[in-house]
C-alpha cells in the first residue's frame, strides 16, 4: 500500500491545474496535516474551495 504525507505548495499547485484526482492515482492513502490543511485553505480561493470541497463533509 503506498502512503504520502503531503504538505501545503502540492495541494495547491495541484489545485490550481485542476488535478488534484493525480494524488488519489498515486497513492492509495493520503495523510494532511491539520497545519497543512489550515495552510492550503487559508486563502479564499478556488483551491481552497477544492480542498474544502473534497476533504471536508
Do not use: W
Amino acid at each position: 500500500m503506498h502512503k504520502v504525507v503531503v504538505n501545503s505548495t502540492p495541494l495547491i499547485i495541484l489545485c490550481g491545474i485542476g488535478r488534484l484526482d493525480i494524488l488519489k492515482i498515486l497513492y492509495q492513502e493520503i495523510f494532511i496535516p491539520p497545519a497543512m490543511f489550515r495552510e492550503a485553505t487559508s486563502k479564499n480561493d478556488l483551491a481552497s474551495a477544492q480542498l474544502l470541497h473534497r476533504y471536508i463533509r
